[in-house]
Structure formats: structure tokens, C-alpha cells
């Protein structure tokens, strides 16, 4: 069954007080509440980074791949983490990302899991810790995870 997690029912109900739209089918967005979207999750995600004590520093250029934008931008510790900044903001994160889903019409506990699940499967022989950064590297024979295929399911019911 596809359902919504209870945290997701919650952040639709601060929507529905919000006057946002929240379709109960897979929906297709006017380029106004997609860049809100967009603009929210940033803002969450560089008011965390500055809670973690960071000040962000761009080089030049505009990006549209991640990869070459985190190529392109250095963390300068500036500050003391400030905790309850941090949680305040992995908790904001989670807000405005199952609401553009809400807002697509998407239920999120289906795609959460398959995402969770296929995290850990990185952890499979052929894995490794990139020991410059930290980041977990997945084996090469790693798969993404199944989400059109939920997709699919989901358009289906």
C-alpha cells in the first residue's frame, strides 16, 4: 500500500493552513510554486550550514550540477556550532522536502524507504569511505534506487 508518513500528513495540514496547494494525485507545478520550493529547501539547507558554524564561500561561475558546485565552494568554519540551530534546521530540511512532494501529489513513505534501503546497500562489498572527505562511495555495481518504478505503482492505484 502507498502511503504517507505521519510526519508528511502533518506538513500537509500546515500547507493546507499555509494556502498551499496539496494535490492528492502526481501533479504538475507552475513555475511560481516551483521555484518557492526551490528557494525554501536552499534557504533551510544554508541556514543549517550556518547553524553547523560554517560561512559559505562561491567561486565564480553558475552551476547547475552539484558536483561541479561543491567543486566550486569552500566552508570556512567561522563560528561554535550551535545545536539547537542544527536541529531546528535537519528538522526544516525534512519540512520543505515532503512538502514538494506533497506538493507533487507524491506520498513519501514508499520512496523513503526504497532511498533508506538502497543507502545502506552502498555499504556492499566494493564500497568504500572516500577518506579525504567522509563521503561513502557505493561499489560500482551499486543501482540507483527503484523510484519510477514506485512512480509507476503509484499512477496505477
Not at 499555509?18 to 518557492?36: C, F, H, M, N
Not at 559559505?56 to 561541479?68: A, N, T, W
Request: proline share 5%.
Amino acid at each position: 500500500m502507498i502511503t504517507k508518513s505521519r510526519h508528511q500528513q502533518q506538513v500537509e495540514q500546515f500547507m493546507h493552513l499555509a494556502g498551499q496547494s496539496v494535490p492528492y494525485i502526481e501533479a504538475r507545478l507552475d513555475p511560481k510554486t516551483v521555484e518557492l520550493r526551490a528557494k525554501l529547501i536552499l534557504e533551510e539547507c544554508l541556514e543549517t550550514v550556518r547553524a553547523l558554524g560554517f560561512t559559505l564561500e562561491l567561486r565564480g561561475g553558475i552551476y547547475s550540477d552539484p558536483v561541479d558546485l561543491m567543486g566550486n565552494l569552500d566552508l570556512k568554519a567561522t563560528r561554535e556550532v550551535d545545536l539547537i540551530e542544527v536541529i531546528d534546521g535537519c528538522c526544516d530540511i525534512k519540512v520543505v522536502t515532503t512538502g514538494t512532494l506533497s506538493s507533487f501529489g507524491i506520498p513519501d513513505e514508499a520512496f523513503q524507504t526504497e532511498v533508506d534501503l538502497n543507502n545502506l546497500m552502498k555499504f556492499g562489498p566494493g564500497g568504500y569511505e572516500n577518506k579525504e572527505t567522509g563521503k561513502w562511495i557505493k561499489p560500482e555495481s551499486h543501482q540507483p534506487p527503484k523510484i519510477a518504478e514506485i512512480l509507476e505503482v503509484i499512477k496505477k492505484l
